[in-house]
């Protein structure tokens, strides 16, 4: 019997102008745009491989070597039948095409990067799960128009379609027909801006990303003034910022958004913390780093971990920097040049 098959991968994107809120929580439509650098693909990655065929009587799923469920995933559920509808519209337009979209699946996929680097594995795992999707399926779309099908697995998955710096605009239809990514600027850019990764720690966050920003929509009046008033010119400041390759304005922005998001989770009732001592001192330092020029740039996400944006050049003073106030600091290049990823021992207690 037949087996269609596709592999692909799909990189991690870190925010610079965060998403934090849904106005609908089941098509994932935002309550503000945001903005995203993607990291190189060479480095961080989930690659998934699907197969279909007669022979299979169900659709499964295997995460990093482990079967899960389908049917209990309803993000997962969407993003199939979505590609699936589509499928079956260009079979029933050209009867040669071989009838996949009836056919079960295999969903194998895995993280290049460890679990313990602390990343969002939901970007690159709905983004890569769509486009392989897209493959096996021979699907006409272009990147945004997956994008819009990436958003309904999870919201970020959306800006990891594109390489470079990606927005995603929220849109303002009620079918989420216009919530999709496009590309600000290839990643052939900028190439001089690179991202270190900072593992503060590796433990599972206290509160999902899905429930924290929902509580923030409920309770944080902080959250309406931002979507209302910050982030619409934040997000023209930051696309002229990257296509003039502003980098003192890019940080600046970028580690207001990063504040803001986190001031926001702390509006939340009861409130979320995602940062811990060291992601406050990471802030001082970085501060205290850029008191006479801006040099380099903090962005932390659902959780401790920081990830520092600078120039090319800045990379080993501040890998000199860490060090220094973090002695015993292990720099691990093995991810290459783009997202070098350190782990930080706690802080000396005094
Ligand atoms: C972002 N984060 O823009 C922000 C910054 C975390 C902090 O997107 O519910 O995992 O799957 O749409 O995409 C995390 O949210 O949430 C996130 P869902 P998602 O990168």
Request: negative net charge; proline residues 5%; glycine residues 4%.
């Amino acid at each position: 019997m037949t087996v269609f098959e596709a592999t692909c991968t799909a990189p991690v994107n870190i925010a610079v102008v965060k998403y934090w809120g849904k106005r609908d929580t089941s098509l994932i439509l935002p309550t503000n745009s945001s903005l995203s650098v993607t990291l190189s693909q060479d480095q961080l990655h989930s690659k998934t491989t699907i197969r279909a065929s007669a022979d299979f009587t169900s659709d499964r799923l295997w995460l990093n070597g482990i079967e899960e469920s389908i049917e209990k995933n309803k993000r997962l559920v969407a993003c199939l039948r979505e590609t699936r509808a589509l499928r079956a519209q260009i079979e029933e337009k050209d009867a040669s095409l071989p009838k996949l979209a009836s056919l079960k699946i295999h969903i194998c996929s895995e993280n290049n990067f460890p679990t313990a680097a602390g990343l969002a594995s939901s970007a690159s795992g709905y983004a890569c799960l769509v486009y392989t999707l897209s493959q096996l399926f021979q699907l006409p779309l272009d990147a945004s128009d997956l994008s819009i099908v990436a958003r309904q697995g999870s919201g970020s998955a959306c800006r990891s379609l594109f390489g470079g710096f990606v927005a995603w605009e929220m849109g303002e239809k009620a079918d989420g027909s216009d919530s999709k990514a496009v590309q600000i600027a290839p990643e052939t850019h900028w190439p001089d801006l690179q991202a270190m990764i900072c593992v503060v720690s590796d433990e599972k966050k206290g509160t999902s990303s899905t429930e924290g920003m929902q509580l923030t929509v409920k309770t944080s009046a902080l959250l309406q003034h931002r979507i209302k008033e910050v982030v619409p010119k934040r997000m023209e400041e930051m696309i002229a910022a990257i296509r003039n390759k502003d980098f003192p304005k890019f940080a600046e922005l970028t580690m207001q958004d990063s504040n803001q998001f986190h001031a926001v989770c702390l509006d939340t009732y009861p409130p979320i913390f995602y940062m811990n001592d060291i992601s406050r001192a990471i802030i001082r330092i970085i501060t205290e780093y850029n008191k006479d020029g801006v040099k380099a740039a903090y962005t932390f996400d659902a959780g401790p971990n920081a990830v520092i944006y600078a120039p090319e050049k800045n990379m080993a003073e501040i890998y000199a920097v860490l060090s220094h106030f973090f002695p015993g600091a292990t720099f691990d290049d093995s991810l290459g040049l783009l997202s070098k990823t350190s782990t930080l021992p706690p802080l000396p207690q005094n």
